[in-house]
């Protein structure tokens, strides 16, 4: 028996690794090392007599938390207008679950967090150039590759990168993972050296530079600012700390607000150029489309501001607007709410918006030390991209915030950070 549950243990712990360095790439992956790792996960039995358990603070806010949002996303179902989309929901949000829940009963002794966040930052690296490549390389030698040439036949899909670029990490959830990178770096620092991390770094900020993802650069500031107070916080006269604040705080937003200005979007979308305007109910193009998006929901907030239209209708809802004014790709795309607040309010009323804004606030003040930075850091990274999309929205975004949350849990929490490698018990 103890043989059999080593096994299962070892199985586990490296489809836990496979599932850290397959998040910057296609989602089919990530499901499948998901499914493995919880498996192999019950397969151990250690939820049975594990008396180690210490109850971990952070771990049973997170618990209780979701829990009780999955109660009132369920009980939503009796009044949803649309059952089958909500229970689709429902179905996807019961996996956030999964892991406060492995976090409490007990991860196994293989687990070094070391270990694991060096596999997450490695992948991470190795994902810029693929992302890179065909994003950029692939897709503009073949768009000059057809502009200029004569026959309609030509083309350079000889290695299949069509569909490469179709699967590749979404943006949002791209940039989020290379913004958590830098807490990576920070905690590792010590072991990888001044200049490797001086050079990765530079590697993350051009990479998150060049995505386009304006937000990654709000999520940037956010992760700088936290490393910068986490810092100057551990020094012990009173004056160094307001002061070295003072100044991260300042050089961190000039440094943001250059950045924007020089951004490759920073001029954004016109509604005029996606979509076929109502003349009459907007005047002028909107400088952004999730302006018109928001716009229109907040119009009709009647409708669900009490108790909402029941879990995951918010689109559908929309949609039904998008054709009224048509705004023909709109409805064609389907585009969600893009503010994970505003979508739980749609869905679940005023009341779940606010205690949903409430419950991710509170999550960093039940860790400490080294767990509160990265928790801070993946937090802060979260709430922000929450502003303009729906992160929670699909698997990648609630496998994001589980995976982060797993590894706050594994890291010490009040050791110093060039302690030597911890396991957990």
């Avoid at 502009?147 to 670029?165: G, R």
């Avoid at 009709?300 to 918010?314: E, T």
Wanted: aromatic share 14%.
């Amino acid at each position: 028996m103890e043989k059999y549950k080593k096994i299962i243990s070892k199985i586990n712990f490296g489809a836990f690794l496979m599932l850290l360095a397959s998040l910057p790439y296609p989602l089919p992956f990530i499901q499948f090392c998901w499914y493995v790792w919880i498996v192999t996960w019950l397969l151990e039995f250690r939820y049975i007599g594990r008396t180690p358990l210490k109850r971990h603070s952070g771990m049973v806010y997170l618990s209780v938390g979701i829990l009780l949002w999955m109660i009132w996303n369920i009980l939503s179902l009796f009044w949803a207008s649309h059952t089958q989309i909500a229970l689709n929901t429902i179905v996807r949000y019961a996996s956030m679950l999964t892991i406060p829940f492995i976090c409490l009963f007990g991860c196994n002794e293989y687990y070094d967090w070391r270990k694991c966040i060096k596999v997450l930052l490695i992948s991470g690296l190795i994902s810029i150039g693929v992302y890179m490549f065909t994003h950029y390389w692939v897709i503009n030698f073949h768009y000059a590759l057809n502009k200029h040439a004569t026959d309609k036949i030509v083309h350079i899909d000889w290695l299949n990168m069509n569909d490469l670029l179709l699967n590749i990490k979404h943006r949002m959830h791209f940039t989020n993972l290379l913004c958590m990178l830098i807490p990576c770096l920070v905690i590792l620092h010590s072991k990888i050296g001044k200049l490797r991390t001086i050079v990765a770094a530079a590697i993350l900020l051009c990479a998150i530079y060049m995505t386009g993802s304006r937000m990654a650069m709000v999520n940037v500031v956010v992760v700088a600012t936290v490393t910068c107070c986490w810092f100057i916080l551990r020094k012990q006269k009173a004056w160094v700390k307001y002061t070295g604040i003072g100044l991260a705080i300042v050089v961190i937003l000039l440094g943001s607000v250059g950045g924007m200005l020089l951004h490759p979007r920073n001029a954004g979308h016109s509604v005029s150029e996606l979509i076929s305007v109502n003349e009459e109910r907007i005047e002028k193009p909107a400088f952004e489309p999730r302006f018109a998006i928001w716009q229109t929901a907040l119009e009709q907030r009647d409708d669900y501001i009490l108790y909402g239209l029941g879990a995951g209708n918010a689109t559908k809802y929309l949609v039904k607007c998008y054709q009224e004014n048509d705004w023909k790709q709109y409805a064609s795309r389907q585009f969600s709410p893009h503010c994970q607040y505003l979508g739980v309010c749609m869905d679940l009323g005023i009341v779940a918006a606010i205690l949903f804004i409430i419950f991710w606030i509170g999550i960093p003040f039940f860790f400490t030390g080294t767990q509160r930075y990265w928790v801070l850091c993946a937090t802060g990274i979260s709430m922000c991209s929450m502003m303009t999309d729906m992160l929670l929205g699909g698997l990648e975004g609630i496998v994001f915030v589980a995976i982060m949350a797993v590894l706050g849990y594994l890291l010490p929490s009040n050791a110093p950070i060039s302690d030597s490698v911890q396991h957990v018990e």
